[in-house]
């Protein structure tokens, strides 16, 4: 009897002192959560980081990597697209494959583009729409070399032009305004053609081709520099294009894929020395030729074209009358048919209503 008294008590203390384990424990993680009432939020702000799934986005440049796109690598590297939700692929440029059959076939979600350009793209019959434009002046030129006597525009009537193909447009539009007869000849990426006199005068980009001219051992005052914009030809240049359904189906989706561009493109102006390690690296990737010197040239007249003098920031907005002018003289010249009304062109990304 003696001994089942015992058990009852051992067990009746064992029973009060689990319960008084259990009650310390309580008010300890009780007392934790009102002195650091923060973790449990962090917590749950990691855990919720760890279910986004970043949006898979493919863009198309026109050219092999280089500093004219420098905010987008630079965008990648640093990890600026990731931070928006954007998981972005810069496919590979291709001479042969062409940015409007990707948009068509809806390989890729956006695309850098002139806007002479995506108004041809638009003639045929490609519903594309800007959403930024970037570049506020044309930075072509036409270049001859003052020894073979072409000093004005008019000395180009009856000579050869070294054209990029699939840039015909705007010299076309030039020789037509100037009523000048210009055989044109197609070219690639190379100025060999120039430089040994195959034609009589080129076409270059300020930010490229001319500086690059001049890596060639050609002195700036032994050319002649005839840019467009001083013609009444001011095309606009870089720009961001998407299908039209992209702008209505995912709002969210070009916001969020232009403020990253955005970041990125101010951080590699900022940062200009480590941008063009990146673009560097990227240029070595695709087994690129890829001068350092160079590079930088293009990216600080870059800056100048984005955020031009007495500015501070990239202005995003394409003008209704710099669209019209453009595609008023395309008309004018029959290299574009009925045209495109500019409210129907152009979609600012700061517009669009997110869901």
Known sequence: MAATISVRKTIRLLAILVQAFISVIFLSCNERQKSSPDISKTEKLMMADTTIQARHVRMYPYWVPSAQFAGYYVGIEKGIFKKHGIDLEIIPYDSQVSPDSLLRERKIDFAPLWLVNAIEIREKGVDIVNIAQFSTRSSLMLISKKSSGINKIEDINGKKAGIWLGFEMQPK?????????????????????????????????????????????????????????????????????????????????????????????????????EAIDIVVKYAEAQKQPVNRSHQKWMLSAYKTLYIPAATTSINTFLSEKDYDAIQNILMESRLVGKGTPYDSFYKPFSKLIKK
């Open 173 to 273: 539009a030039l020789f037509k305004k100037s009523k000048l007869d210009v055989k044109i000849i197609p070219i690639g990426s190379t100025n060999s053609l120039f430089l040994l006199g195959g034609v009589d005068v080129t076409n270059a980009n300020w930010f490229d081709e001319y500086h690059s001219l001049i890596n060639n051992g050609l002195n700036e005052d032994e050319m002649n520099k005839f840019f467009f914009a001083d013609y009444g030809l001011n095309f606009l240049e870089d720009g961001i294009y998407c299908l039209r359904n992209r702008i209505t189906e995912d709002p969210d989706l070009c916001r969020d894929f232009m403020e990253a561009t955005l970041e990125s493109w101010n951080y590699a102006f900022n940062n200009q020395n």
